[in-house]
């Protein structure tokens, strides 16, 4: 091994040294795409327009009016940089499902699932974590208070079953998540925010925890002659959590990470505009003999534009385009395509 030392989470390559293996096809699934594919909207404290998009905070879920259902398919192309070269191409595809309604007066209930695989094809490779398998999914259950406040809990699980090095060859890791949160309205504008307990465990991995908490504020307008639009901010802080190696299993770090969202809908009757971004900073030392280079912190850029047929009731039907970027010792970049559908079902 070398001195290349930072938290791996779903997209650490260690490449300070070639091995010398050769995979034509390489079943990979980069942290960029997983990691973030439950991220992409910011819906802390309000949900998003758009029916096929999960919320983050559970509480947010409470606030939709009109049950519905969807599924979501998207497509990925990618690469990245190191030293100049490009070491990899990135090819994807993935899918989610969603799904919203209420359950009497003050009850409400929305469920998250998503699948992703990435391919890597390339005639070598270096040493470092791969994920060949992973899922999520999330269930939030929310309660109203008098048109004034939502209560939400919801619980995530999101498992990746990894390639490491030679000695691990098929290991799983899962990040089981419970998260309490509120939102509470003020004529127009929404404040609140969460936590999320976070549980690791894994098979080559000493487990690990850390609490993150999150905080939101949005504007979302009334329905006024057939127009309503919504922004919000918020941002996550998850703290610095290490476990130390034990027997035979490793250490687990856990970096301390700063995450900010920007979202923006607007509806005019049956149509909708996206524009969302995310910009996560992950504080970490990491060292490249390869470059004799140095950085101490990875950022993490998405921008999302979409637009939506979405009718009151009926069906609807999105397009959205997403670009990522991970700059790292390496430079990763991914241009996504994004399809929905979906049906309202109407008050």
């Given at each position: 091994?070398?001195?290349?030392?930072?938290?791996?989470?779903?997209?650490?390559?260690?490449?300070?040294?070639?091995?010398?293996?050769?995979?034509?096809?390489?079943?990979?699934?980069?942290?960029?795409?997983?990691?973030?594919?439950?991220?992409?909207?910011?819906?802390?404290?309000?949900?998003?327009?758009?029916?096929?998009?999960?919320?983050?905070?559970?509480?947010?879920?409470?606030?939709?009016?009109?049950?519905?259902?969807?599924?979501?398919?998207?497509?990925?192309?990618?690469?990245?940089?190191?030293?100049?070269?490009?070491?990899?191409?990135?090819?994807?595809?993935?899918?989610?499902?969603?799904?919203?309604?209420?359950?009497?007066?003050?009850?409400?209930?929305?469920?998250?699932?998503?699948?992703?695989?990435?391919?890597?094809?390339?005639?070598?490779?270096?040493?470092?974590?791969?994920?060949?398998?992973?899922?999520?999914?999330?269930?939030?259950?929310t309660l109203s208070h008098e048109g004034f406040a939502?209560?939400?809990?919801?619980?995530?699980?999101?498992?990746?079953?990894?390639?490491?090095?030679?000695?691990?060859?098929?290991?799983?890791?899962?990040?089981?998540?419970?998260?309490?949160?509120?939102?509470?309205?003020?004529?127009?504008?929404?404040?609140?925010?969460?936590?999320?307990?976070?549980?690791?465990?894994?098979?080559?991995?000493?487990?690990?925890?850390?609490?993150?908490?999150?905080?939101?504020?949005?504007?979302?307008?009334?329905?006024?002659?057939?127009?309503?639009?919504?922004?919000?901010?918020?941002?996550?802080?998850?703290?610095?959590?290490?476990?130390?190696?034990?027997?035979?299993?490793?250490?687990?770090?856990?970096?301390?990470?700063?995450?900010?969202r920007f979202g923006l809908d607007m509806q005019y009757?049956?149509?909708?505009?996206?524009?969302?971004?995310?910009?996560?900073?992950?504080?970490?030392?990491?060292?490249?003999?390869?470059?004799?280079?140095?950085?101490?912190?990875?950022?993490?850029?998405?921008?999302?534009?979409?637009?939506?047929?979405?009718?009151?009731?009926?069906?609807?039907?999105?397009f959205h385009f997403i670009a990522d970027q991970v700059?790292?010792?390496?430079?990763?970049?991914?241009?996504?395509?994004?399809?929905?559908?979906?049906?309202?079902?109407?008050?």
């Open positions: 091994m070398h001195s290349y030392k930072t938290r791996a989470d779903h997209l650490l390559f260690n490449i300070m040294r070639r091995k010398q293996k050769t995979f034509r096809y390489l079943i990979l699934s980069v942290w960029i795409v997983l990691g973030w594919s439950s991220l992409i909207n910011s819906q802390v404290v309000t949900p998003s327009l758009n029916p096929t998009t999960p919320v983050y905070l559970s509480a947010a879920a409470g606030w939709r009016s009109t049950p519905s259902v969807g599924l979501t398919y998207y497509d990925r192309i990618g690469s990245r940089t190191y030293d100049g070269e490009n070491v990899y191409e990135f090819s994807s595809t993935g899918y989610s499902a969603d799904l919203n309604f209420g359950i009497g007066e003050r009850l409400a209930f929305s469920g998250h699932f998503l699948g992703d695989k990435t391919t890597v094809e390339k005639d070598e490779y270096y040493e470092g974590k791969i994920n060949l398998e992973s899922s999520e999914s999330q269930l939030n259950l939502i209560f939400g809990l919801g619980m995530r699980s999101h498992i990746n079953k990894e390639y490491i090095d030679d000695t691990y060859q098929n290991e799983t890791t899962t990040e089981a998540t419970t998260i309490p949160s509120m939102s509470i309205k003020l004529g127009s504008f929404y404040f609140g925010g969460g936590v999320e307990i976070v549980k690791e465990s894994s098979t080559y991995m000493v487990n690990n925890h850390w609490i993150n908490t999150v905080v939101g504020l949005a504007f979302m307008s009334e329905k006024n002659e057939g127009l309503m639009f919504r922004v919000e901010v918020s941002a996550v802080n998850s703290p610095e959590a290490n476990a130390t190696a034990k027997q035979d299993l490793e250490a687990s770090d856990h970096s301390q990470t700063n995450t900010t009757k049956g149509l909708v505009f996206e524009a969302f971004t995310v910009n996560k900073r992950e504080s970490t030392e990491v060292y490249d003999e390869t470059t004799d280079s140095s950085i101490s912190e990875i950022q993490t850029i998405k921008t999302q534009l979409g637009f939506l047929i979405a009718p009151e009731k009926g069906i609807v039907l999105g700059s790292h010792i390496y430079t990763d970049k991914l241009d996504s395509f994004q399809i929905s559908l979906a049906y309202n079902f109407g008050l």
